[in-house]
């Protein structure tokens, strides 16, 4: 409430230039408070006020946005304060780090490099990614780290800060051996559309690592990939005979739901209507997943499961298909 009361003052006009001193004084100590508190709102409305006056040409609000808002001291204790008391209030940090960016980006960059933190990194690269493309050039910059989760980082900001034009610095690390790194590459070309990003996409769909096969997979169906429906229902179609692949079937049939291509049904079909002795729970399982996964699938391609489903002795594979069927049958009287 001070501080509001202080904000007021120094827009009054009878005040002196002595006054209008002592008032952008004591401000910057509410600041200090603040920082230590993580009031993230009430420091950017000071911010905004005093810049506004700076912008008139006023030489106490020039010299405190200078010297006090971009010093390298007051950058680092509110990089701090983000880094712990960010999360309480995302959007108010997130104001905060765009009107002071260019001073921030560097230290933001350096705290979530070194945070050990899984949640707070994925905090602070939320924020980052909210800057925009003044933190591309930074991102550059830090690629030749040699720190994979680093480098793995610095694509993900290429990507969400919209640097298209970057895209052959991204693509060097699409055969990177480390698996994190090139998949985030790969996803980076994805997002981008480049005429490269599909056939890397396929060569891990054919990876003998399983690990990276299931990573393209996941990218596959996060961004839709119909070329890349044959090599995952391919996949699917592999013998199982210990049952150790049910794992991975169930990333497939995800993926290939989200992609939504009538040409997977065949497979998922062949698949609903085997038969197994020995791991039937785990085929049961799958046959469920399957009926999960059909909702971005044409209406009318998925008639012959929903048939199928409507006479099934597993509850939820029923409750779906009664679902479907009333989607069918307005679909087809409309």
């Not at 920082?35 to 506004?52: A, P, Q």
């Not at 905060?96 to 705290?111: E, G, M, N, S, T």
Request: charged fraction near 30%; aromatic fraction near 10%; proline fraction near 2%.
């Amino acid at each position: 409430t001070t501080s509001e009361v202080f904000l007021e003052l120094i827009n009054a006009d009878f005040i002196s230039a002595d006054d209008y001193l002592k008032l952008i004084s004591r401000l910057t100590e509410f600041i200090n408070i603040f920082v230590e508190t993580g009031r993230f709102e009430e420091i950017l409305k000071i911010h905004n006020t005093v810049y506004s006056h700076s912008l008139t040409g006023k030489r106490y609000s020039l010299e405190m946005i200078e010297y006090f808002f971009r010093s390298e001291q007051f950058i680092s204790r509110l990089t701090e304060a983000f880094r712990i008391w960010g999360r309480n209030n995302r959007d108010g940090v997130i104001r905060l780090a765009r009107v002071l960016k260019l001073h921030i980006i560097d230290p933001l960059l350096d705290a979530l490099s070194a945070e050990a933190s899984a949640s707070t990194r994925k905090f602070l690269l939320s924020v980052i990614g909210e800057l925009g493309t003044d933190v591309i050039p930074h991102a550059i910059r830090r690629l030749n780290d040699r720190r994979w989760y680093v480098v793995r980082n610095m694509l993900y900001l290429i990507k969400e800060c919209g640097g298209r034009r970057y895209v052959e610095q991204v693509r060097k690390f699409a055969k990177h051996k480390h698996r994190r790194i090139c998949m985030e590459a790969v996803k980076t070309l994805l997002h981008f559309k480049t005429h490269d990003a599909v056939p890397y996409l396929k060569l891990y769909l054919k990876s003998d690592d399983i690990d990276l096969r299931m990573d393209a997979v996941k990218l596959a169906g996060l961004y839709r990939i119909t070329e890349a429906v044959p090599h995952i229902t391919a996949m699917l179609e592999e013998r199982d005979i210990l049952g150790a692949k049910s794992y991975y079937r169930v990333d497939l049939i995800r993926s290939l739901g989200e992609i939504g291509d009538p040409k997977a049904l065949k497979t998922l079909l062949k698949l609903y209507n085997s038969k197994s002795i020995l791991y039937w729970r785990v085929l049961e399982n799958l046959k469920v997943e399957i009926f999960k996964s059909l909702s971005n699938y044409p209406l009318q391609s998925i008639k012959p499961f929903v048939e199928q489903g409507l006479r099934s002795k597993s509850e939820e594979i029923l409750s779906i298909s009664k679902e479907l069927s009333k989607k069918l049958r307005e679909a087809e009287s409309a």
